[in-house]
């Protein structure tokens, strides 16, 4: 039954529709029909794989933001909900985990039409994804992690640091995509975060499944090397895996706050 509230909330949340789908469409038309003015036909995959990858990455960080607040209003039933009633945190923790995926999916689906669409007209090419089942898939995945993180920093809030915090906490997902995905699209970041970071593996494995291309450590200078696709998906994973397991500890210990506690004035 949460299960199912969940996922209704979450596809019907005008919020998430509006930033997440709405505002990041109106960004790929840009980067489809303004920003590519420059770019040649041969190049024209490759570009609006980036494209689409850092766009899918920014879309999915709006999930995280919703999942931010989903917490911050229920902190004080759940709490009691844990303790009095038979809901579980493992089963609140898996429902919201499926929710925030299959929106992820349904964000990305949006995406791979779009890009292909709008980019195949632009150039007068068929610019279809390569694999958009691996893209799908890897967006599922990214979905999680979004959700995950969110879940993580938002009950460290409520746990121990208090409510003040929640509006500048709720948006570091989103931050932290914005630095990851440009960084990966201008400058050459370190190898090592790169493939640490599960922000750049997103975007890179979105990128690969999109153009069928070697992921390039710097999206618009390919000479600048390559990264392996494999450690990426195992990097993204394990945080997938150790976030999960962080914060189902964290929610068990979830303690009841009030949410004038988050008033600033």
Do not use: C, H
């Not at 039954?1 to 005008?14: D, E, G, P």
């Not at 493992?90 to 995406?111: E, Q, R």
């Not at 709720?170 to 640490?196: D, H, M, N, R, W």
Request: glycine fraction near 6%.
């Amino acid at each position: 039954m949460i299960f199912k509230y969940f996922l209704k909330s979450i596809l019907s949340n005008r919020s998430l529709w509006g930033w997440g789908v709405i505002f990041m469409l109106f960004w790929l038309m840009l980067g489809v029909f303004v920003f590519s003015s420059s770019v040649p036909v041969t190049a024209a995959l490759s570009y609006v794989s980036s494209y689409y990858g850092i766009i899918s990455l920014f879309s999915f960080s709006t999930i995280a933001i919703s999942i931010s607040y989903t917490l911050y209003y229920g902190s004080s039933s759940l709490a009691y909900s844990f303790r009095y009633t038979k809901l579980t945190a493992s089963t609140y923790f898996l429902s919201l985990l499926g929710a925030s995926s299959i929106m992820a999916i349904v964000m990305s689906t949006i995406m791979l039409a779009a890009t292909s669409g709008l980019s195949s007209w632009k150039f007068g090419a068929n610019l279809f994804p390569y694999q958009p089942l691996a893209a799908l898939a890897i967006s599922a995945i990214a979905g999680a992690f979004m959700m995950v993180l969110a879940m993580g920093l938002v009950l460290i809030v409520i746990n121990y640091a208090g409510l003040k915090n929640i509006t500048f906490i709720g948006f570091v997902p989103l931050v932290l995509s914005y630095v990851f995905g440009f960084g990966q699209l201008y400058t050459k970041i370190p190898e090592a975060l790169e493939y640490v970071s599960p922000f750049t593996a997103i975007s890179s494995l979105l990128y690969a499944s999109y153009g069928g291309f070697k992921i390039p450590k710097v999206f618009i200078d390919p000479s600048q090397g390559t990264l392996n696709p494999w450690l990426l998906l195992v990097s993204l994973i394990v945080w997938l895996l150790v976030l999960s397991a962080i914060d189902t500890q964290l929610l068990r210990r979830i303690r009841a706050r009030a949410i004038e506690e988050a008033r600033q004035v």
